[in-house]
């Protein structure tokens, strides 16, 4: 406990800047309603005809449309439309806009856009000052084709539209394959590799990053690039996919991608453990990863957001109002799922005197692993008309309980409402902070709590962001995290593969 009150004391920034993306909430309106009078073709009237005899109504300046495309459906309560919208239908439409953007004096910025589902202001257009140049959305949701599917070599070809569930639901029922990562139900492909995401699964089958094989790429010039072949294994040249996985559409714009595919487990169990305290999950834990069983999730949600779980629905498999791990056992038998439980249940036994409880019908299993997958509705249902702030930070194993533990300490002392979810498997967690946009004292306070657990975790060797990314939230972080150099060499990648810096800038790297 020393330990984490050190933490506390040394590790918060000086939060008296209000250049944060907080900062702007209260004044949102005021630049919406400056904004509506900055549509392409009253700014470009040329280039706005030019690209309308192209994408005929597939080109939109519709206000409900754009302020649609400048609001995150789930993060920040900021609004900041985009001059136009377009959906485009092929890689070859994606080129020939990205030629006129580039080429255009001035330049105009262009915003990748899937399902609008990212956390860090990703979707928002970039504002730099006076002279901001105008900025349009590329809506790839129209590419939403199956374009191959190999079941033999357990792969598929999609456009970045694709929604993953509704994927998966095709290839468990066709082939008995799924895609091994799953993050919000309404991501599509094309900003889960932006964006690298991963979910509870990743635990067992990796990021995004370990699910994609090759990707097109249309650069900011035009040119259009193949990542790779479909081979699993490859060490040819330098490693592209993980250059553009996880570069939120700031150096090329995903067109298609051959992900690797996972067969359906024969065999699925969840288990529930109630903990009376973090330190016991902590031991808890840490005996767990090192005993070799292979979960395909192990998740943990503290009493707050097991109270709104509750809140929301009344069905709620969990009996306790404690500390909850859930875990997802799987497997090509039953027995071998079995034998995975039994040693975890003798485990959880040396640190929690509650039941052990696991799942043994189909509907049970459905019920108890919903209530993981409900977290962020029911602690939007639970605090209704506020806006919220969701943490992303991981650290390494041996420090997750004294993250966590700083973490809750200073939400004790706060009056926001901050339930936590984590996918404590990997370290990381999410803290929800919620708060009333119009009021400056909630909107300090959200970020300060925020930057508080950032500042916690790297303090612990842990980082900023895990799975949701940098965006524009978290571009002030990566210095101390990864060092000057590292951010200057970032910056140079960028300027060097986009010159006009015209692909999502603001993301990741402030430029000049």
């Known amino acids: 406990m020393h330990r984490v009150c050190k933490l506390l004391q040394h590790t918060a920034p000086n939060t008296t800047n209000t250049n944060d993306h907080l900062s702007s909430c209260a004044t949102s309106n005021q630049t919406d309603h400056e904004f509506t009078h900055r549509l392409l073709s009253d700014v470009y009237p040329s280039t706005a005809k030019q690209l309308q005899r192209m994408f005929g109504s597939r080109y939109t300046e519709d206000e409900k449309v754009l302020r649609k495309h400048g609001r995150e459906v789930i993060g920040n309560?900021?609004?900041?439309?985009?001059?136009?919208?377009?959906?485009?239908?092929?890689?070859?439409?994606?080129?020939?806009?990205?030629?006129?953007?580039?080429?255009?004096?001035?330049?105009?910025?262009?915003?990748?856009?899937?399902?609008?589902?990212?956390?860090?202001?990703?979707?928002?257009?970039?504002?730099?000052?006076?002279?901001?140049?105008?900025?349009?959305?590329?809506?790839?949701?129209?590419?939403?084709?199956?374009l191959a599917v190999y079941p033999e070599d357990m792969q598929c070809t999609v456009q970045p539209g694709v929604n993953w569930v509704k994927l998966n639901a095709r290839l468990s029922a066709e082939h008995n394959l799924f895609l091994g990562v799953d993050p919000s139900p309404s991501a599509c492909i094309g900003g889960m590799i932006g964006t690298c995401c991963s979910g509870p699964s990743a635990l067992k089958y990796g990021t995004m990053r370990n699910q994609v094989v090759n990707m097109t790429v249309v650069l900011s010039d035009g040119t259009v690039i193949k990542t790779g072949q479909r081979a699993i294994k490859s060490v040819a040249g330098y490693d592209l996919n993980a250059l553009f996985c996880g570069s939120e559409g700031t150096l090329g714009i995903v067109t298609e991608a051959t992900i690797r595919l996972r067969a359906v487990p024969k065999f699925t169990e969840i288990a529930q453990a109630s903990f009376d305290d973090m330190h016991s999950i902590g031991q808890c834990v840490q005996e767990i990863n090192r005993a070799g069983v292979n979960l395909a999730a192990f998740e943990f949600l503290d009493e707050e957001m097991l109270r709104q779980c509750k809140m929301y629905d009344k069905k709620v498999d969990i009996i306790l109002d404690k500390l909850v791990i859930m875990f997802k056992f799987c497997g090509p038998s039953k027995e071998h799922v079995e034998a995975d439980i039994r040693l975890i249940q003798r485990i959880v036994a040396k640190y929690s005197p509650h039941?052990?409880?696991?799942?043994?019908?189909?509907?049970?299993?459905?019920?108890?692993?919903?209530?993981?997958?409900?977290?962020?509705?029911?602690?939007?249902?639970?605090?209704?008309?506020?806006?919220?702030?969701?943490?992303?930070?991981?650290?390494?194993?041996?420090?997750?309980?004294?993250?966590?533990?700083?973490?809750?300490?200073?939400?004790?002392?706060?009056?926001?409402?901050?339930?936590?979810?984590?996918?404590?498997?990997?370290?990381?967690?999410?803290?929800?902070?919620?708060?009333?946009?119009?009021?400056?004292?909630?909107?300090?306070?959200?970020?300060?709590?925020?930057?508080?657990?950032?500042?916690?975790?790297?303090?612990?060797?842990?980082?900023?962001?895990?799975?949701?990314?940098?965006?524009?939230?978290?571009?002030?972080?990566?210095?101390?995290?990864?060092?000057?150099?590292?951010?200057?060499?970032?910056?140079?990648?960028?300027?060097?593969?986009?010159?006009?810096?015209?692909?999502?800038?603001?993301?990741?790297?402030?430029?000049?």
């Open 355 to 512: 039941p052990f409880l696991w799942s043994k019908d189909e509907e049970s299993r459905h019920r108890l692993w919903k209530v993981r997958k409900m977290c962020f509705w029911a602690a939007k249902f639970a605090n209704p008309g506020k806006e919220v702030v969701i943490t992303d930070v991981a650290v390494p194993f041996s420090h997750f309980n004294d993250a966590l533990i700083a973490c809750k300490k200073a939400i004790a002392n706060s009056w926001l409402n901050a339930p936590i979810v984590g996918h404590i498997g990997d370290g990381n967690f999410h803290a929800l902070f919620f708060y009333d946009k119009t009021k400056e004292a909630d909107v300090a306070e959200a970020q300060r709590l925020n930057n508080l657990i950032v500042s916690t975790a790297l303090e612990l060797h842990g980082t900023c962001t895990a799975e949701h990314g940098v965006g524009k939230h978290k571009v002030k972080w990566l210095k101390r995290e990864l060092g000057e150099n590292a951010v200057q060499f970032m910056k140079s990648l960028k300027q060097h593969i986009d010159p006009s810096l015209v692909l999502n800038p603001g993301n990741i790297v402030a430029m000049n």
């Open 77 to 146: 309560a900021r609004s900041k439309p985009p001059a136009s919208v377009i959906y485009p239908t092929s890689t070859d439409e994606v080129v020939s806009l990205v030629k006129i953007c580039s080429s255009h004096s001035p330049p105009i910025n262009i915003v990748p856009y899937a399902a609008g589902t990212s956390l860090e202001s990703h979707i928002l257009r970039h504002d730099n000052g006076k002279g901001t140049r105008q900025s349009i959305t590329i809506n790839l949701s129209r590419m939403d084709k199956v």
